[in-house]
């Protein structure tokens, strides 16, 4: 299973912690839907042993966490707080008692502030800083790991962040929006090849989220709009990662909002990684003229608006394979959100709980046609706080009662469970 810091933790003041770019955002008017923030969330942070316990009876056996940077280092940068380093050695304490393997995210979005009113991921300097933060983590934990992920999802920091400026920090400038695009990759490479030197053991990865693009007509414009979609969601990403280039015909597209790149940055981007994760939920479509809606298309919708389509997991992991190779492949986020009703203390979801099932199936059939994918995780453990969306949108194998903080596994979850323990 899978979570982040910012969605589950909660104690957004306590312990040291300092501001992230989504506290400031939360804090804005108008931008989470129901006006609501990270500042208690699934108060994960005082209730942790409670939830790794529940992990072990379900059978989880790989726990993927992201760390709170400023809960670990404030301002981004300067002294650590070990207050924070003190929670996250008691997370993995627990995990290895419930022999629980620690799969650790460094950055999934929660930039510290101090650092985003100095440029954030627009300026050339955060990439130093994170590399700092990098090395400290794997200092003190990098022995205990699984496997560490450096980024999650730099198009969302990028595009939904700085380009749309629906997520945080809730900028909207293209330009801008595409050198942040190339600073976590950048900062990615360089925090690989410093860690390849202090930790040669450990395995190194970063997390995208991709989908296979289909045209939404035979037309030639569609097609066209097709693949330059493409580019920008799947190539923009891998290429650099595996092919050491942009692709041509983004950097066509972009002109003069391209990044600006260094001689030595696509070689430093490329380094050899040990696995990409791939967070799947859906397919897209491009059209040229109108929108595809999905509604009106698909023969089932999720309640974020997003069509259930499991073979494009499959589908999307045969091509990474490919047209990349990549060493191995890991499903890290893969999941759905529902309206659930909590009825007599039981929370009945069998549209999740068929989500789960089939696209399982559709893992088992790339790992058939030779895809080497080693691993698969549930998105998430636990209802949270679901960005933009707030607490309006469930993902969780578990009901999060946010009044009461009482957590109740939801039927997927007990199918998930039984899964797990091959029952």
Known sequence: VATAAFQIE??????????SIWDRFCAQ????VDASSGEIACDHYHRMPDDVALMARMGVKNYRFSIAWPRVQPDGHGPWNEAGF???????????????AAH?????????????????WTSRETCGHFVRYAQEVARRFGHRLASLVTHNEPWVIAILGHEQGIFAPGVKARSKAFQVSHHPLLSHGMAVKALRQSHPQLSLGIVLNLSPIYPASASQADLDKARLDDGYIVRWYMDPLFKGQYPADVLEDLGSDAPLVAEEDLAIISQPIDFVGVNYYTRNFSSSGNPWDVRANAQRVTDMGWEVYPPGLTELLVRLHRDYRPQALLVTENGSAFVDQL???LVHDPERLDYLREHIEACRTAV???VPLKGY??????DNFEWASGYSKRFGLVYVDYKTQARIVKSSGHWYSN?????
């Open 419 to 423: 899964f797990l323990m091959g029952r």
């Open 377 to 382: 995780f549930a998105w998430s453990l636990l």
């Open 343 to 345: 009825q007599d203390g």
């Open 104 to 120: 650790l995210t460094l950055n999934h979005w929660d930039l510290p502030q101090s650092l985003q009113d100095q440029g954030g």
């Open 368 to 370: 058939l046609q030779g």
């Open 10 to 19: 909660g104690a957004a003041r306590e312990g040291g912690r300092g501001e």
């Open 86 to 100: 003190a929670f996250y050695e008691r997370l993995l304490d627990a995990l290895q008692a419930h022999g629980i």
């Open 29 to 32: 008017p108008g931008r989470i």
